[in-house]
């Protein structure tokens, strides 16, 4: 594995950890409209890091 590669698959170990914990964090509370926009961003950076570790062209999420 590539020194690249290595950081792309720690980037999307990163971002795959701050959704789980985003969504830990709120467990038995009700989710507001500011907890489902970060939910939305946290899942679309988790997107692009795993397109970005498949060497896909960047693509709006």
Do not use: C, H, I, K
């Not at 594995?1 to 971002?15: K, R, T, Y």
């Not at 950076?45 to 397109?51: D, F, I, K, S």
Request: hydrophobic residues 40%.
């Amino acid at each position: 594995m590539s020194a690249m590669q290595g950081d792309s698959q720690e980037n999307v170990a990163a971002a795959n950890e701050a959704v789980r914990e985003f969504v830990a964090r709120r467990a038995g509370r009700s989710w507001s409209r500011e907890d489902l926009e970060e939910l939305d961003r946290l899942r679309r950076t988790y997107t692009q890091a795993v397109r970005a570790a498949q060497g896909m062209e960047p693509q709006p999420v």
